[in-house]
């Protein structure tokens, strides 16, 4: 499980002139008076007392319960919760020193203004922010360099959710005498093997027919997502009025005979759900669950009309061709936003999305097994995808190249603060500055601590934001979605936390919360851009909360990333 870095005062009432405390305050790690040096030291050796005692009973209790307590020792023990800031103080102690200066240098190439964040940035960001250290160092022990195909490979390959398919790959790997292509062989056809299994109980599953539903209705979902950018790129494409009303009119028809399609397969759903009596006692409890399914089928048909009249009118519209380029553009325009909201500013994408998992929810209750073997086979495709990638790499496994690797580990938050620490460890007029890298060291081992634990990756958020009173970020790969969490505490606004999760490569669930209630108005009343934004980058958004809470919950094993989590819609 993943944390929530909750480090707010209990008052939230915080003015903005706040966020310009002097380094006394207790919000920074850095303190001007050096006559508290000695008090300092000893609560160093107090904060290492208390990372080594977290570690080892980690390491030695097995309990599953025993988690959630350390988990929360360790977020109790934050010491540098604003890590970027504390950095930037840490850097202007010390540039002005010439023989720690390059020490201020390096540190300023990992820390950049929240503006230039990207895609790109953020992954090697995050990798070198010092929780990697060792993985890194374990990197660069290995006899070969693996190209990163054969490593995403051997990571699913560690995630996989089957039993058997674990036992598998454990007794392929036991074979060491067995060369790297014989491997691959040997596992393309365990997963041929499993394939077939699992298509087997699919097929002798009295719920077939709901199974076949259920991934008609995701496959219809990705058909709208592509009809709606199609018709967004026709939108930016500069083409004569002639080609531009056939190109309108041919994606109009398309879209139409898949809205047709969707409301054919809500009817064979429904009909096939009804033929269940949920009025039996052993059903009674997942009555509500039918019923909210009949509900939300109902609602998405009564949209589909809608939507099918306004394009009847919009190809109608074409056909004349007197339309100008503009007016053809502002009616795709109109077109996309239909697809993708109803009045409500309801994603139609998001009405089936739900649909289909309360239809999963059905299946399961009835036939838990042909439901595994649904996600299994999902996950064996990526597997068998994976793998074919993988094998083409072979030739491309190389030595290691310690150069390479030394330059990766030299390029490193926490090797930096090492090199620091080192420098200024026998210099009593510098026992500041190696007190204050201390706790910015042990806030890394904090995070890192809680990435063990959590199975998970959990850092602070590696850039300068102004107003930010403390962060964190994480990263956790469940057993079918990938998911991220960000918990950001600002002095105005107070904090937010976040819950990303990503399945089958393009759905994606959000799920936000606030601690005050004027932060969650701000955020609802730019909803629309943001769920924008998100479906410009290609994702189709399955689902969407926001709510307020004042206090957010400790850690709860049931809240935990691998169970996911619940949202309303």
Same mark, same amino acid.
């Given at each position: ?61 097995? %309990? ?15 010491? @540098?919760?604003?890590?970027?800031? !504390? ?8 540039? #002005? ?26 992954? #090697? ?47 392929? @790997? ?11 062989? %040997? ?40 009809? @709606? ?61 039918k019923n909210d399914l009949i509900n939300i089928t109902n609602d998405i048909n009564k949209q589909i009309n809608t939507l099918k009249d306004s394009f009847g009118i919009a190809k109608t519209n074409t056909l004349s061709n007197l339309m100008s380029l503009?007016? #053809? ?10 697809? $993708? ?130 962060? $964190? ?35 994606? %669930?959000?799920?936000? $919360? ?27 958004? $399955? ?18 990333? !691998? ?7």
């Open positions: 499980m993943i944390i929530t870095n909750n480090n707010s005062t209990p008052n939230t009432q915080i003015n903005q002139k706040d966020e310009k405390k002097d380094l006394s305050s207790p919000k920074t790690i850095f303190k001007k008076d050096s006559t508290h040096s000695t008090e300092l030291s000893e609560v160093d050796v107090k904060l290492n007392q208390i990372t080594n005692k977290l570690l080892d009973q980690l390491k030695a209790n097995n %309990d599953g319960n025993f988690k959630p307590q350390v988990l929360n020792q360790a977020k109790n023990a934050q010491v @540098a919760p604003n890590f970027a800031k !504390d950095v930037v103080d840490l850097i202007n102690s010390i540039k #002005s020193d010439p023989n720690l200066s390059k020490f201020a240098t390096k540190l300023e190439e990992f820390l950049k203004p929240i503006e230039q964040i990207k895609n790109a940035d953020l992954a #090697s960001n995050i990798k070198n922010s010092g929780i990697m250290l060792e993985a890194k160092i374990s990197e660069a022990l290995r006899k070969e360099s693996l190209p990163t195909s054969i490593k995403e490979l051997l990571s699913l390959m560690k995630k996989v959710q089957s039993n058997e398919l674990k036992q598998s790959f454990l007794e392929l @790997a036991k074979n060491e005498n067995s060369d790297i292509q014989k491997s691959f062989d %040997d596992l393309k056809l365990i997963l041929e093997n499993a394939k077939a299994k699992n298509l087997n109980v699919i097929n002798n599953s009295n719920l077939k027919p709901l199974l076949n539903l259920g991934k008609s209705i995701e496959n219809a979902i990705k058909f709208l997502d592509k009809s @709606a950018n199609l018709l967004s790129e026709q939108a930016t494409q500069n083409l004569n009025k002639t080609n531009t009303s056939q190109n309108i009119q041919t994606k109009i028809s398309s879209t139409i005979k898949a809205l047709d399609f969707v409301q054919n397969l809500l009817q064979k759903t429904q009909s096939q759900v009804e033929k269940i009596n949920f009025e039996l006692p052993n059903l009674k409890n997942i009555k509500s669950i503009e007016q #053809s553009s502002t009616l795709i325009e109109n077109l996309i936003d239909a697809i $993708s909201t109803d009045a409500n500013n309801t994603n139609l994408q998001e009405k089936l999305s739900l649909a289909a998992k309360k239809l999963s929810n059905i299946i399961n209750y009835f036939d838990k097994n042909a439901g595994d073997a649904k996600q299994n086979l999902a996950q064996i495709n990526h597997l068998s995808k994976l793998a074919k990638k993988a094998t083409l790499d072979i030739q491309n496994i190389e030595p290691n190249n310690i150069d390479e690797s030394l330059k990766a580990l030299s390029n490193d938050v926490k090797t930096t603060l090492l090199n620091l620490k080192e420098a200024t460890q026998n210099a009593s007029n510098l026992n500041n500055i190696n007190q204050n890298v201390n706790r910015l060291l042990t806030q890394i081992e904090m995070h890192q601590l809680m990435s063990f634990a959590g199975n998970s990756i959990q850092t602070y958020l590696p850039y300068v934001w102004d107003g930010l009173d403390s962060s $964190s970020v994480a990263f956790k790969q469940g057993k079918s979605k990938f998911y991220a969490k960000i918990d950001l505490n600002f002095i105005k606004y107070g904090s937010v936390s976040v819950i990303l999760g990503l399945f089958d490569g393009k759905f994606i %669930d959000i799920m936000i $919360s606030t601690g005050k209630e004027d932060f969650k108005d701000i955020i609802l009343n730019s909803s629309k851009e943001l769920k924008t934004a998100i479906t410009n980058l290609g994702l189709i958004i $399955s689902s969407f909360s926001l709510t307020h809470k004042a206090k957010f919950e400790p850690y709860n094993e049931q809240n935990s990333f !691998d169970l996911g989590f619940n949202v309303k819609a």
